[in-house]
């Protein structure tokens, strides 16, 4: 069973990084074929594709978000993170981590997701 659990500060002050992490466990990151998935929702909006790092290390952004937006990992600890940088108010949303795969083409597991609020 494929565990993912997010974790950050849930308060970051407007133009700074968000930074988060994924940590994964019962399943290895570098597992083929999927790709590791940051979605966020912010309220009362739908789920919003963040980007995603794929099994062997490949980064696919949003093009909205792509000027903001890294992704990277940590195969020794198998962790996934988020950086999105010179937040504003509108960055403000439940954040999820999620395995997307590449070979059907959906999510089969998501973490329970972490709200991040920014604020002064």
């Known amino acids: 069973q494929v565990q993912l659990q997010e974790s950050g500060p849930g308060l970051v002050k407007p133009s700074q990084m968000l930074s988060l992490t994924c940590t994964v466990s019962?399943?290895?990151?570098?597992?083929?074929?999927?790709?590791w998935s940051w979605i966020r929702q912010p309220p009362g909006k739908g789920l919003e594709w963040m980007g995603a790092?794929?099994?062997?290390?490949?980064?696919y952004y949003s093009p909205s978000l792509k000027s903001r937006t890294s992704i990277s990992r940590d195969t020794s600890k198998n962790q996934f993170s988020l950086q999105l940088s010179s937040v504003t108010p509108e960055d403000t949303a439940i954040y999820f981590c999620?395995?997307?795969?590449?070979?059907?083409?959906?999510?089969?597991?998501w973490g329970q997701g972490t709200q991040v609020t920014v604020s002064s």
């Open positions: 790092i794929a099994y062997d290390g490949s980064t």
């Open positions: 019962g399943g290895s990151i570098t597992t083929s074929y999927y790709a």
């Open positions: 999620a395995r997307y795969g590449l070979g059907y083409y959906d999510y089969d597991y």
